[in-house]
């Protein structure tokens, strides 16, 4: 029997951890069609954190349903090997899933124009952008051979698909305010990564790749910790914004394809 194959590309997040708990959990304990595993990927310098250890942990408790692996964010030719061995891993069926939820932010919440770096700027486009279309670009023949192995198929995270969790800070629909002048270099690279998205989504129509991509606006704990200081404000609840988060992309089809979905409620956001 063919293997459902998910890869969460930055598993060291709080909603990458969040996330791959409820997959493996999945996996385990709700009985699917068919065998389901999760790769877990996490940055070099997330290493010994505790997120890490939590995944480390889930892993060592179910290896069947889950394996962590590490990968240099500034080594492409490192980021290559560690998609290699993840594709090689899946064979025929491919990877079905791919999500992204890259959260990379040295800025102080308050900086204003005149604190924007060269530095900061480039820091955070190479990590919340650039990184993010490399995986892309890298797992797009496992995509393909996923797409493949399930002919037939409306488009949906069951057959191929790449989903991008990307805060509301890279909208730019004015209903997003929360940031609106301050941030620059994290706003600015979340930004570019929804129209890699978008660009993504329309070469896949080309090529009729029949590999879902879309993007998921939510309020990353990322955003939510910086505005309050240390630790996540005691209204932020990292499992109930995951759960909402997965119904989305549960519920997810063709016409989800090259758009930005709310978290909360699925619509359509202008950006």
């Known amino acids: 029997m063919s293997q459902w194959t998910s890869v969460c590309t930055h598993a060291h997040t709080d909603y990458g951890l969040s996330s791959t708990c409820k997959i493996v959990n999945y996996a385990v304990h709700g009985n699917p069609a068919r065998p389901c595993v999760h790769v877990a990927m996490v940055t070099k310098d997330s290493v010994g954190s505790p997120n890490v ?28 090997r560690v998609v290699k061995e993840i594709s090689d891993k899946s064979g025929d069926s ?34 919340n952008c650039v990184v993010p279309v490399i ?32 805060s509301e800070a890279g909208s730019l629909g004015d209903h997003f305010t929360d940031t609106r002048g301050h941030m620059y270099a994290y706003s600015a690279s979340l930004a570019a990564m929804i129209m890699s998205m978008k660009t993504m989504s329309y070469e896949f129509n080309k090529r009729k790749d029949d ?12 955003v939510a910790r910086k505005r309050d200081g240390d630790g996540l404000p005691e209204t932020y609840d990292v499992t109930t914004t995951r759960d ?13 394809h090259g758009k930005c979905l709310y978290f909360r409620d699925g619509r359509d956001v202008s950006y």
């Open 94 to 127: 491919g990877v079905n899933l791919v999500y992204t939820c890259p959260d990379w932010c040295d800025e102080d919440p308050e900086s204003q124009l005149e604190d924007v770096t060269e530095e900061t700027i480039s820091r955070s486009f190479h990590h």
């Open 135 to 166: 995986l892309s670009k890298l797992f797009y023949p496992a995509l393909q051979c996923a797409a493949r192995a399930n002919p037939g198929k409306t488009l949906n995270r069951r057959r191929a698909a790449i989903v991008h969790m990307i």
């Open 53 to 80: 250890t939590r995944l480390r942990e889930l892993a060592r408790k179910h290896p069947a349903a889950c394996s962590v692996v590490v990968y240099d964010p500034n080594d492409e030719v490192d980021m290559g």
């Open 244 to 256: 909402l988060i997965s119904e989305v992309v549960h519920a997810a089809g063709e016409e989800a």
């Open 211 to 222: 590999i879902l991509a879309f993007a998921v606006i939510t309020n990353t704990p990322h």
